[in-house]
């Protein structure tokens, strides 16, 4: 098991990466999302050039918001500095398209978006979709110094639903999900994975197929309960993202929600129907994996947490973890909230990842 940090891309903390690094964390994924977060390209060069040996890449970019020739010059470009350490995260957009007004890419798009990524970012020749038409479109100055092609950049495809999990089968490297952090639960994900893989001809296992969850971890005292204020400052805004996501699925595509959030859904969405409907999309994502807007304190309930965040004393975390290994799980990716971030990295790089098999 791996342990890897979520960044709210900030220019100025780089030194956060620089401390995951010295902590024995795997990966740093730069999150992308330009209407609340700094350029996450920019913050991958300046954490290329300051570390040696995390593996650094995006987590996720958006497909939506930038053609797949833009994406794979950019984080060629970041190999150039940091050979080797960089991967590919890719989806279709939460954050990034939503708090614009709009629905993230469609399957279909994200489809052959993907099949546009892998050969360019092995500096390959690929049929782009661009302006309604398609084209052969390949990097022209691979030998040059530009970019760097040559060492391997590994895609691993953000999967909320059966499709794009089916996508990350057929053209990915990994798979990023967000699940209930059950051993069932990836076990299950694994059973869809090796049948989407056989469809697409790909023999999938854990040599060759990664499996990343992106969640938190607190580190609690003993006798603390997983609730305690202390708790709810250092995951509420991971936990409170997910009603977040929530009243997205139901507001654009009229699904119920399902889990903890029933429990006061009544009253969440009242609160969201008091703002303006033609400017809610910049309402629903306030302090996204931040900080809890103080309104929704009250939605961070113990189910919330307990459902979506890995809660407890070091010895319960690292036994959660290995029984996430167990059922086919290869990466925790933390995601704390932003005032708290040391806090969190630090206790988890002292007391849990020494204790990891």
């Known amino acids: 098991m791996e342990l890897g940090v979520c960044v709210a891309s900030k220019i100025d903390d780089i030194d956060y990466v620089v401390r995951a690094e010295e902590l024995g964390f795997s990966h740093a994924w730069m999150a992308d999302s330009q209407m609340i977060w700094s350029d996450p390209y920019a913050c991958l060069a300046l954490a290329a050039d300051r570390t040696t040996t995390i593996r650094l890449g995006t987590g996720v970019a958006v497909a939506a918001t930038r053609p797949a020739p833009v994406t794979a010059a950019s984080l060629a470009t970041i190999n150039q500095i940091a050979p080797g350490r960089v991967f590919c995260g890719i989806g279709t957009g939460n954050t990034a398209v939503r708090i614009m007004g709009h629905k993230p890419m469609r399957i279909a798009e994200f489809d052959q978006y993907l099949r546009e990524l892998g050969p360019l970012l092995r500096g390959d020749e690929a049929d782009v979709m661009f302006r309604g038409r398609l084209s052969p479109v390949r990097h022209l100055m691979t030998d040059h110094g530009f970019v760097n092609m040559a060492d391997p950049i590994p895609v691993y495809v953000s ?199």
């Open 159 to 357: 999967g909320f639903g059966p499709r794009s999990i089916g996508l990350a089968a057929t053209h990915g490297d990994g798979v990023v999900v967000s699940l209930p952090p059950v051993p069932k639960r990836f076990e299950q994900l694994w059973q869809g994975l090796r049948m989407f893989g056989a469809d697409a001809g790909r023999d999938l296992d854990r040599t060759n197929f990664k499996t990343t969850f992106l969640s938190t971890i607190v580190v609690t005292e003993p006798g603390e309960a997983t609730d305690s204020d202390r708790v709810k400052e250092l995951c509420g805004a991971f936990a409170i993202a997910g009603a977040h996501y929530a009243y997205e699925q139901w507001s654009q595509y009229g699904r119920e929600p399902s889990g903890p959030v029933k429990e006061f859904w009544p009253e969440y969405v009242a609160l969201l129907d008091q703002v303006d409907p033609e400017v809610r999309h910049q309402r629903i994502h306030g302090g996204h994996n931040c900080w809890v807007v103080e309104e929704e304190k009250q939605f961070v309930t113990k189910d919330l947490i307990e459902a979506s965040c890995v809660v407890g004393t070091a010895a319960e975390v690292v036994t959660r973890l290995n029984d996430l290994d167990a059922s086919g799980l290869d990466q925790l990716m933390i995601l704390p909230p932003l005032a708290p971030r040391y806090e969190v990295l630090e206790a988890v790089g002292t007391q849990v990842i020494p204790a990891l098999g």
